[in-house]
């Protein structure tokens, strides 16, 4: 029962996130300054933890390829087409789960512990729309640009680590990038983007807004939050790999 | 003014509330006493809203907030101001920041007239100097202080303070309670204000509502309170033998 509970009062925070904002220019305002926070802030994550993704992920591959019929061509074919479809969207919607769903969830938790919430509330202000939109919007428009970002630096990593090791050479790497290339995949992924970017921002800001009790609950909130994104971005993944391929 | 009537507040079968009834008068200094866990802060909670009441009413002005759609609350308490017990001030924010708040959120003033705004308010608490720092590099009392000036500054019909002294030396919690008092009295706003501390009781208490075990005990001002006869709230007052003092010299006097 409690998870038809806890989806009932999911939604009906969605309902108070997305009403008439009191004034438009305090919203964008906070949207920019959640955008820096929860974005900018994260492309040096994304960018250390592409690099390497794309590394191991050709070395993997080259390791694999055992057959001499397959050309080498492949290597940076299979370590772009799993950046594009899966990695840098999915593996790194887990991860910013992690970090921007974490930091999401203790900031307005802490927010409610303090009263800060109730002293919002007391003013006229929607606090739920106040605190969890602009950060709603910001996760959404930030993560399919570190998505791109994420399938950037994880081909460059490809590239610096293939060659090094002598798994692949840098011309058959860079034809294996260029070669089949689907653009819809890209679109595919996009689209997966927008959903784990709401989810990651959503149901983090959830547990952060209805958590009760001190500092203890927050961190217990935080940590809900992350596994409970991560079940539902897995889940989210399964449907619209079903639906969209 | 604010008036409660027959207010009944429960938690999962726990009453904590029962039949409060109160008259809270414009340009006087309204007192909530109690022990902790009386009720005191459910009961601030209830009339401003953020918490819903079982039953009864309450009226601000004549006004019926328990009747009220959200769109009235939300506008009736654009004339609210409140003090959280720990100061609920935004961390992000710094001090000026923090008391522009409302402004930003609410008022059509131009930049220019908000900072005038902004800069009364903090020169009315006496923080002027401390007007770019953050809430986490100010002391406590300062906190308190810049919540009053962030509580005043869309000038409030309506003024809560939960627990304004808490955690604060003797010194500084004259200075809140002497600040309190005299916005109430100049703006002449109604101040409802949560309270175990005696001193707060006996500088600044106009009209007093004492509540035990979430009942109405007693009321009075500060002059009535020291001779009550009330078992309660002798217990309350008198567990401070300062008090039991003043109160045998008065008798003396007489």
Redesign the interface.
């Known amino acids: 029962m409690n998870i038809f509970n806890q989806t009932g009062r999911y939604f009906a925070l969605l309902v108070k996130v997305f009403s008439k904002p009191e004034r438009h220019r305090v919203y964008a305002r906070q949207t920019f300054n959640e955008i820096d926070n929860l974005g900018v802030k994260s492309v040096g994550i994304v960018a250390v933890i592409s690099i390497f993704m794309g590394g191991i992920m050709t070395l993997q591959v080259a390791y694999n390829m055992t057959n001499p019929l397959l050309p080498n061509t492949l290597i940076g074919l299979g370590n772009r087409d799993s950046l594009i479809l899966e990695f840098s969207s999915t593996i790194m919607g887990l991860i910013m789960a992690g970090k921007i769903g974490s930091n999401i969830t203790s900031e307005i938790g802490s927010m409610k512990v303090t009263e800060q919430i109730d002293s919002l509330e007391i003013m006229g202000v929607n606090s739920a729309s106040y605190l969890i939109l602009p950060k709603i919007i910001a996760v959404v428009m930030i993560f399919p640009l570190l998505y791109i970002l994420s399938v950037f630096f994880g081909i460059v990593g490809g590239l610096i680590v293939g060659p090094a090791v002598g798994a692949v050479t840098v011309t058959d790497y860079l034809n294996g990038i260029q070669y089949a290339f689907t653009p819809y995949y890209v679109t595919f992924s996009l689209i997966k983007c927008l959903v784990f970017g709401f989810l990651i921002a959503s149901v983090s800001a959830f547990f952060g807004y209805t958590v009760e009790g001190g500092a203890f609950d927050v961190g217990t909130a935080s940590t809900r939050a992350v596994v409970n994104t991560n079940i539902l971005i897995l889940v989210w993944d399964l449907i619209l790999t079903q639906l969209l391929l | 003014m604010i008036e409660i009537k027959n207010i009944y507040k429960s938690f999962e079968h726990n009453d904590v509330l029962k039949d409060i009834t109160k008259v809270f008068n414009q340009g006087e200094t309204n007192l909530i006493i109690g022990r902790s866990g009386s009720g005191k802060t459910v009961l601030i909670?209830s009339i401003?809203g953020?918490l819903e009441v079982d039953r009864g009413q309450i009226f601000y002005d004549n006004r019926d907030f328990t009747r009220m759609n959200h769109r009235d609350r939300?506008?009736?308490?654009?004339e609210?101001?409140?003090v959280?017990?720990?100061g609920?001030?935004?961390?992000s924010l710094t001090v000026e920041e923090n008391i522009r708040?409302?402004l930003?959120?609410?008022s059509e003033l131009s930049t220019a007239e908000k900072q005038k705004q902004v800069d009364f308010c903090l020169d009315r608490v006496n923080l002027v100097e401390a007007n770019k720092l953050y809430p986490s590099e100010i002391s406590g009392g300062m906190q308190k202080r810049v919540a009053i000036a962030r509580a005043i500054v869309?000038n409030p019909k309506y003024l809560?303070c939960d627990e304004p002294n808490s955690g604060l030396d003797p010194e500084t919690s004259m200075v809140i309670d002497e600040l309190i008092h005299s916005i109430t009295v100049d703006l002449q706003i109604t101040t409802i204000i949560n309270t175990h501390d005696m001193n707060s009781v006996m500088e600044i208490g106009d009209n007093i509502l004492f509540i035990s075990e979430g009942e109405m005990c007693w009321e009075g001002n500060r002059k009535d309170i020291l001779l009550t006869d009330n078992q309660k709230l002798q217990e309350f007052v008198f567990a401070n033998k300062q008090y039991q003092r003043i109160r045998d010299e008065r008798i003396n006097d007489q």
Request: net charge positive.
């Open positions: 909670k401003v953020l939300k506008k009736l308490r654009q609210m101001g409140m959280f017990q720990g609920a001030l935004f961390d708040f409302p930003d959120m609410f869309m809560f």
